[in-house]
């Protein structure tokens, strides 16, 4: 199986952010303005959302052994993070103003994402490498950022 054997459709990203496919020219925060998809009339489109999903692919991809051995949970397990990933990027791409709030979804979908990245890796055959797990750098919108350097004493 090659990468596009798990890399996500937007229409995958959105059934994980489907509070955020917003139809363009309606008032936010109605559910009778949500496409519940990623298209051409949502704010972000198809097209936008898919650079995100080949970054949350490089992020995912190195992570993933591909042998005889693989299986298609596997493969389905590293779409569901790259999916995860990916509406993270979104997150931080289109809706950066929501991430300020405490309600924001962003810990839940953090946090599901990691839990992905854990059952993968716990699920991987051997791949007869030293190194073994997954590793991604944060992604933080400019209020964390500036939390995190007033907590420091940096700001």
Not at 52 to 66: F, K
Not at 81 to 105: N, P
């Amino acid at each position: 199986m090659a990468e596009s054997d798990y890399r996500p459709k937007p229409d995958d990203v959105a059934a994980v952010l489907a509070s955020r496919t917003f139809t363009k020219g309606t008032v936010v925060g109605s559910d009778n303005n949500l496409a519940g998809t990623f298209n051409e009339n949502t704010r972000p489109t198809a097209a936008q959302v898919e650079p995100l999903i080949s970054q949350a692919m490089t992020e995912v991809a190195p992570g993933v052994v591909d042998n005889s051995s693989t299986t298609k949970a596997t493969y389905g397990l590293a779409k569901t993070a790259v999916a995860r990933r990916a509406a993270m990027l979104v997150m931080v791409s289109f809706f950066e103003e929501d991430l300020e709030d405490a309600s924001s979804s962003w810990d839940e979908l953090e946090k599901l994402y990691k839990d992905a990245l854990n059952q993968l890796d716990s699920i991987q055959p051997d791949s007869n490498s030293t190194a073994k797990g997954f590793y991604s750098l944060p992604l933080l919108s400019s209020a964390q950022v500036a939390q995190r350097e007033y907590e420091n004493g940096t700001l």
